[in-house]
């Protein structure tokens, strides 16, 4: 009988220790996909993280997520950890255009393929990174201008809340808002100062804009909606009205601006899709699979308004 439980005892440890080698072989296989973000303090960024990982567990992939904290620095250091983990493919997020060169150069030397998300870094795609996801920030900008002219006929004294500075989104919907105001001399931007894509920072700059220049403002464009949704306080605080003395209208599409929109604080906002997760996720594939990836894939915005904003808000991040 002993000898029995002993030779049951053995084919048990036996069959352990093969289970745990298959699990520890299929751990090895995993294809995993490291992801720097720039930081998680605002619901863009956070939505943009989370589309990720649903998508990473609905495909059965692993996702590994690291915090740039709103660092360039940090985001270099970020990178040469997951290439450091031997992750499979890097998704990236750049803080600012400049500044990642020795990230990319780094990934590259190990071999590992990386996507830029949502904002482009200096390189070459197909060389320096395979591809960047990105909307169309140029166009962001001119859509905002379009609507103000539209809505002022034409004439309006602006002030400009900027997003993070040296960031191809900030310089590209600010460029693309000065293209749209060009062909009205009488829509002047009259204080441009960068809140540096914060709503805390966003009212504080707009705080100080408000008690110099008052009543001389009839609109804002911010770069982003967190941005505009803090001037509004502001402007509030300061005694002038949003959608009444102020016109506001902003970028990306937020739960909170789409609420504003339906109180009538902002007047609208360009979406700026942070799920990103699905596209992401079909690129790699494709990359897999050996298929050509575009060295530019531009993701589809919508806008909104009074006429569409109050039905959005459940869905909105």
Not at 172 to 180: H, I, L, P, S, V
Not at 291 to 315: C, G, L, M, W
Request: a neutral charge; proline letters at 4%; hydrophobic letters at 45%.
């Amino acid at each position: 009988m002993r000898c029995f439980l002993t030779r049951a005892r053995a084919a048990f440890f036996l069959v352990s220790l093969l289970a745990a080698a298959a699990c520890a072989r299929e751990k090895s296989n995993a294809f995993v996909v490291g992801f720097s973000q720039m930081e998680s303090d605002n619901p863009w960024r956070l939505a943009e993280t989370k589309s990720l990982k649903d998508e990473a567990a609905k495909r059965g992939m692993t996702l590994v997520v690291t915090d740039a904290q709103g660092q360039t620095a940090k985001q270099v250091s970020d990178v040469e950890d997951l290439i450091a983990r031997k992750v499979n493919v890097i998704l990236l997020a750049p803080r600012t255009f400049d500044g990642l060169a020795p990230a990319l150069a780094a990934a590259k030397a190990a071999k590992i393929p990386v996507i830029l998300l949502d904002r482009m870094a200096a390189g070459t795609p197909g060389v320096d990174y395979l591809t960047v996801l990105v909307s169309d920030q140029k166009s962001e900008g001119r859509r905002a201008a379009d609507w103000l002219a539209a809505q002022t006929r034409g004439k309006a004294s602006i002030v400009e809340l900027s997003g993070t500075p040296g960031s191809s989104a900030a310089d590209d919907r600010a460029a693309g808002f000065r293209e749209g105001l060009a062909q009205f001399p009488d829509m002047k931007i009259i204080a441009s100062q960068t809140g540096n894509f914060s709503r805390a920072t966003g009212q504080s700059v707009m705080q100080n804009i408000a008690q110099s220049l008052g009543k001389k403002i009839t609109a804002v464009f911010a770069h982003n909606d967190e941005m505009a949704v803090g001037g509004i306080q502001a402007m509030i605080a300061a005694g002038l009205k949003p959608g009444t003395d102020v016109l506001v209208v902003s970028v990306d599409g937020e739960r909170a601006a789409l609420e504003a929109i339906d109180r009538g604080e902002i007047g609208a906002t360009v979406e700026c899709n942070p799920k990103y997760g699905p596209l992401a996720f079909d690129t790699i594939e494709k990359f897999r699979k050996g298929e050509a990836i575009p060295p530019k894939i531009i993701v589809p915005d919508r806008f909104f308004d009074k006429t569409n904003a109050k039905q959005s808000i459940a869905d909105a991040y």
